[in-house]
């Protein structure tokens, strides 16, 4: 009983205690520091849950790479960012320019005032992607006539009609340049090619084919490059050339925290800039879509007629 | 001081004290081609293993640029040739090709095989017909009998 | 014109990057320059205040930054984090200390987790650049000098200067009227001098 009491008095004690508090609160400016506080960890907490739904728009890094800045400080600007962003945009409303990806095997038209009918046509695999903003690259391969011919395109050129992925798909290394000295069928792709429709929703395949290079001498040393796609490299190695790999192997630089941060774009900054773009290339996303889906339903009813 | 600088040296060398860059592969004198026309000179010299060497490059740089014309020693003859195809890295939109092509010509541009078995870069056809202008020779035949264009 | 490396996400670091490493020239070249940064890194969680060259205290500084960052984002359950942790830290026991210690101490910072200060060097002296690199949260003492009561400052030192001087000009008036009138003033010198031995406010 007496327990209880000294409970309920102490219980009033605290109440009291607390209006107090809440009174004084209009009055001095500690409170409301800590109101403050309270109002940035909520931030915090937002901050938080919007890193998790955008964790989409992250994802746009590997299928639109050309959109991140280069690394490099000394390049940067952001005011040219911007506006190229912005431009990119623009071509893309004209232009449908697929998701493809180092490995990938694209048709490319161009409007090409030496050829005669005007447009020229050529379809290879992609071997390199490269560049950022409107400057951004990439070189298709292919072997025509026992004469392998390499092509690069800019990715936002104007003259460039049609961009088509004929097989969506990617290798194990991030550079194909490989292929150059491998055997021609490893690049040889058919001019008349068709493309291979992948169901929607399925993540793009990765194409595990092991290449076989040709005897050298070769165009690089591809000993020392820690090739995954290519099969037969130790055939034609010497002794000399494994002693020369093991001096000039670098183990260190996977742990060189700070050349990888040089050549990334930090997260934060990449948020501002799918933040930025996303919701536009969404949008023509699905619009590519719909426009798709048409045609595939507008073509059986003219074969019908 | 004598020490200091074989030191030097040495660690020069261990560190590889000259440049590694990829090479241009530029088309310059004593550059050996490859023959891609049906000229009987021109198939004995490519199945014999004796490619053709660039003895003089015509323009004012000596470095042969696609469509340039070049002298080359063949077979122990003297043959004028065009540049159809370079190794080298290409403008964009211009292919880059494996090998450094040529086909033979004679004084008045008229190729002396009758038949191109490798793609010709479409460009071509601009520059040889500017060159045509400018020459007394006519170098617009080799375009009729390139089979392929890319 | 380089294109971004997209598969590794990074924090940001909250300190100023330059735009190129400095060399920190070595023998061994690159895997020496490493070397001698992952003894300063470990100095550095170890005794969490090192005192050395000002470049070294610079590079050094941004890789442990990166450690911590990348233990705040992947905690210890993350294989490559946790190899490159054992890579940069070269006494095992302070691989605990970062994800332990050091991780629920920089959780919710919203600053950078080292500091750098410029420490003196002797004048004219033709010696690198010191400096001092420690990490936030340190139990040591503060190095910066917050203290203004302190003597040497050059407007103490002036407000010293000025109060010897109204002493003496005090003083010498006092001398004086003791001079002039003999028995009477006693009572009045000694008002003066509990006045003079009040000391005045330094600002």
Redesign the interface.
């Known amino acids: 009983m007496a327990l209880a009491i000294r409970r309920s008095t102490s219980d009033i004690f605290c109440a009291a205690k607390w209006f107090i508090r809440r009174d004084c609160r209009v009055l001095s400016t500690l409170p409301e520091k800590a109101e403050v506080e309270v109002a940035t960890v909520t931030k ?1 907490e937002k901050h938080i849950r919007t890193r998790g739904s955008r964790n989409s728009a ?1 994802e746009n ?2 299928v639109y ?2 959109f ?8 940067r600007n952001s005011l040219r960012e911007k506006l190229e962003r912005a431009d990119m945009l623009k071509r893309r409303n004209q232009i449908d320019i697929p998701e493809f990806y180092v490995g990938s095997i694209l048709a490319v038209t ?1 409007a ?4 005669q009918g005007k447009t ?1 046509k ?1 379809v290879g695999i992609c071997i390199e ?5 409107l ?3 990439f070189t298709l391969r292919n072997v ?11 990715l936002y ?1 104007p ?1 460039i009609q049609i961009i088509q992925v004929l097989r969506l798909e990617k290798r194990l290394d991030e550079k194909l340049f490989y292929l ?1 000295d491998a055997l021609p069928e490893y690049s040889t792709f058919p001019f008349d090619m068709d493309p291979e429709i992948l169901p929607e929703g399925t993540p793009v395949p990765l194409n595990p084919v092991q290449v076989k290079l040709k005897p050298r001498p070769w ?2 040393r591809w000993e020392r490059q820690d090739l995954k796609g290519v099969s037969n490299i130790e055939e034609h190695l010497k002794e000399k050339d494994r002693v020369r790999r093991e001096l000039r192997a ?1 183990p ?2 996977k ?16 948020n501002d800039i799918w933040a930025e773009v996303n919701s536009q290339l969404q949008q023509l996303h699905m619009t590519r879509k719909k426009m798709s889906r048409k045609r595939t339903f507008s073509t059986p009813k003219t074969q019908l007629g | 001081m004598l020490k200091s600088v074989v030191s030097k040296l040495i660690s020069a060398q261990q560190t590889c004290g000259f440049h590694t860059t990829a090479c241009l592969n530029e088309v310059r004198l004593l550059t050996r081609l490859r023959v891609v026309d049906n000229s009987e000179i021109g198939k004995r010299a490519m199945a014999e293993g004796k490619p053709p060497k660039v003895i003089c490059v015509y323009n004012k740089t000596r470095v042969g640029y696609i469509g340039d014309r070049v002298l080359v020693a063949i077979k122990g003859q003297k043959k004028k040739g065009i540049l159809v195809g370079l190794k080298q890295t290409q403008k964009v939109k211009v292919p880059k090709f494996d090998s450094n092509n040529v086909v033979l010509i004679d004084d008045n541009g008229t190729p002396l095989g009758n038949r191109i078995h490798v793609p010709i870069p479409t460009i071509l056809r601009t520059i040889l017909k500017e060159k045509t202008h400018s020459k007394g020779a006519d170098y617009t035949k080799l375009l009729a009998i390139a089979t392929r264009f890319v | 014109m380089n294109q971004a490396e997209v598969s590794k996400l990074v924090s940001k670091l909250r300190i100023k990057v330059p735009p190129k490493h400095r060399k920190l020239p070595n023998p061994k070249g690159p895997e020496g320059r490493l070397d001698k940064l992952r003894k300063t890194v470990t100095g550095l969680i170890k005794y969490e205040r090192i005192e050395l060259n000002y470049n070294r205290a610079d590079e050094a500084r941004q890789y442990a930054e990166r450690l911590i960052s990348e233990a705040i984002r992947h905690g210890d359950c993350h294989k490559p984090t946790m190899d490159t942790a054992n890579f940069w830290l070269l006494e095992k026991e302070l691989v605990h200390k970062l994800f332990k210690v050091l991780v629920p101490r920089f959780e919710n910072s919203s600053v950078a987790y080292t500091k750098l200060y410029n420490a003196p060097k002797p004048q004219y002296a033709r010696v690198l650049d010191k400096a001092v690199l420690e990490l936030k949260g340190n139990p040591y003492p503060e190095l910066g000098n917050k203290q203004t009561n302190n003597k040497y400052f050059i407007q103490n030192i002036l407000l010293d200067a000025a109060k010897h001087e109204y002493r003496q000009a005090k003083y010498a008036e006092v001398a004086n009227k003791i001079g002039q009138a003999g028995n009477e003033t006693s009572p009045v010198n000694t008002e003066n001098a509990e006045k003079l031995n009040e000391k005045p406010m330094s600002s």
């Not at chain 1, 991140?68 to 390049?75: K, M």
């Not at chain 1, 090409?112 to 050829?115: E, K, L, Y």
């Not at chain 1, 992607?129 to 903003?133: E, L």
């Open positions: 915090k992250l890094r590997f790479p050309e991140l800045p280069d690394p490099n400080p000394n390049w161009v090409d005032q030496h050829s020229n050529f992607r490269k560049g950022c903003g400057r951004a690259e025509v006539d026992h004469q392998g011919i390499e092509v690069r395109y800019d050129d003259t150059r165009l690089e670098t260190w630089e742990y060189d925290l700070m050349k990888q941060y040089r050549q990334t774009i930090p997260i934060e900054d990449q």
